[in-house]
Nanobody, 115 residues
Framework: QVQLVESGGGLVQPGGSLRLSCAAS????????MGWYRQAPGKQRELVAS???????DYGDSVKGRFTISRDKAKNTVYLQMNSLQPGDTAVYYC?????????WGQGTQVTVSS
């Protein structure tokens, strides 16, 4: 069973930055894609960013130009650098990994953007 452990969430003021980490229990190169979804209260879960096994990336429209996804294959970790955070970015952020057997999810980490 793949385990994904997120960290790095917290409270930040508007305009601030945070970096989320997602550490996998095995090599991230076995996953077709990895990335982040988020879910705000009363809203559907939405894709934030993803990175494919070949390194190509994709972003949700609302975060393009502000968020950057990256990975460290040696550490089996995927990162989400979030800059210029806005109150609308407040949500629980979930890391996921997609493999042939199925999709795995982390437990989620809360990000709150507020003054």
């Amino acid at each position: 069973q793949v385990q994904l452990v997120e960290s790095g969430g917290g409270l930040v003021q508007p305009g601030g930055s945070l970096r989320l980490s997602c550490a996998a229990s095995e090599s991230i190169l076995r996953f077709l894609t990895m990335g982040w979804y988020r879910q705000a209260p009363g809203k559907q879960r939405e894709l934030v960013a993803s990175i494919a096994i070949g390194g190509s990336t994709d972003y949700g429209d609302s975060v393009k130009g502000r968020f950057t996804i990256s990975r460290d294959k040696a550490k089996n970790t995927v990162y989400l650098q979030m800059n210029s955070l806005q109150p609308g970015d407040t949500a629980v952020y979930y890391c996921y990994s997609a493999a042939v057997p199925g999709t795995y999810w982390g437990q989620g980490t809360q990000v709150t953007v507020s003054s």
